[in-house]
């Protein structure tokens, strides 16, 4: 079972760039690391997604060690609007779901 | 307008009763999930199905049904059995069962108990 292990909080400065690391020490093969964001009272929203090294998309950067037993989250110049939890979720092999754990996740708050 | 749409947006639920949450999704995906997030909490799986007729028992099944007879729906039922059914409950779904997918999330429905 890969269980991801993420720090409860973390306070930031508006403009600066924010980086949330996720461990998963018993991550499989064939799993692949994905991050979501949620905001209060509502669904989370899918960030971004990596199998090993780095991607990048038009709102973060996901960077994934050698090893792959942790990943880190960086958002760039975070606003106001960043505040909410972060998710990482490691998906397992494609023969069943029933062990998707997202966690207590990392609460972001972005101070003006 | 593709996505995924949970209604109520907030139910009641009183003593001995089940209520029925309703998941409906046009984003053609085979999977679907249940999910329930209690307050300061993360997400626990209740349910999931990866193909119409068919659905797997997640974490914390135990008080809840689900039925998938469409590709589209996937509606959860909260029994009288589930002694303490106060929280968020979020629907989600995805191309595919697992790996490499990517989850898509209603807007939740909160279930208080009167």
């Known amino acids: 079972l890969a269980k991801t292990t993420q720090p409860i909080s973390m306070d930031s400065y508006e403009g600066q760039e924010v980086n949330i690391t996720c461990s998963h020490n018993?991550?499989?093969?064939?799993?692949?690391i994905t991050w979501y964001q949620q905001f209060p009272s509502q669904g989370p929203r899918f960030i971004i997604q990596?199998?090993?090294t780095k991607v990048t998309n038009e709102v973060a950067s996901l960077f994934i060690p050698a090893d792959r037993k942790s990943s880190t989250l960086s958002l760039p110049r975070v606003s106001l609007s960043d505040t909410a939890v972060y998710y990482c979720l490691v998906a397992p092999d494609q023969t069943g779901a029933n062990n998707l754990f997202f966690g207590t996740g990392t609460r972001l708050t972005v101070i003006p | 307008d593709g996505g995924i749409t949970q209604s109520p947006k907030y139910l009641f639920r009183k003593e001995g009763q089940n209520v029925t949450l309703s998941c409906e999704q046009n984003?053609?995906?085979?999977?679907m999930y249940w999910y329930r997030q209690d307050p300061g909490q993360g997400l626990r799986l209740i349910y999931y199905s990866q193909i119409v007729n068919d659905f797997q028992k997640g974490d914390i099944a135990e008080g809840y049904s689900v039925s998938r007879e469409k590709k589209e729906s996937f509606p959860l039922t909260v029994t009288s059995a589930q002694k303490n059914p106060t929280a968020f409950y979020l629907c989600?779904?995805?191309?595919?069962?697992?790996?490499?997918?990517?989850?898509?999330f209603g807007a939740g429905t909160r279930l208080s108990v009167l």
């Open positions: 989600a779904s995805s191309p595919r069962a697992a790996g490499e997918n990517i989850q898509y």
């Open positions: 018993n991550i499989a093969t064939n799993d692949y």
């Open positions: 984003l053609n995906h085979d999977a």
């Open positions: 990596g199998y090993k």
